[in-house]
């Protein structure tokens, strides 16, 4: 028989680097979730990207016990990566911190496709330049079509 799924905890933690202070630890005491055993598998399970920012999606079930899920780290850190840049633009439309060339977004695009809802590299291509667009980096180049 299934377990019976509590809640869901969703969370931005860094790659091999999970502790119990805030915000891992209040967000899995008040659940009732082991944190030091969410701390060892989550570090054992992303050594080899530590460092960069992963979601993590906990499922708590009635017993106490959980799972976890790991995303690809978020489209904005990858193009910030990407297009070496700090942080992003404060007036997206008005000044502008960075750019990269399409064969970036499609790299990013091949990465996080398995998190986003479209089907085709194309569509989460222009997914990613819209999100690097807002972030107030520039796209050079002409989209790459396959016509």
Do not use: H
């Not at 990566?81 to 000044?95: C, F, I, L, T, Y």
């Amino acid at each position: 028989m299934a377990k019976e799924v509590e809640t869901f905890i969703k969370l931005q933690v860094k790659g091999g680097a999970a502790n119990p202070s805030p915000p891992i630890g209040p967000a899995l005491g008040s659940k009732g979730v082991n944190i030091m055993e969410f701390c060892k598998q989550f570090n054992a399970r992303t050594q080899d990207k530590a460092g960069k920012i992963l979601p993590v999606v906990i499922t708590v079930y009635k017993d106490k016990s959980f799972d976890f899920v790991v995303k690809t780290p978020p489209a904005a850190v990858q193009i910030m990566e990407a297009a070496k840049v700090k942080v992003g633009s404060a007036e997206p439309n008005r000044k502008k911190v960075g750019s990269m060339s399409w064969d970036q977004v499609k790299t990013i695009a091949q990465d996080k496709i398995v998190d986003m809802n479209c089907f085709t590299i194309d569509s989460a291509m222009r997914m990613i330049a819209g999100t690097a667009r807002s972030m107030g980096v520039t796209v050079t180049g002409e989209f790459p079509s396959n016509n």
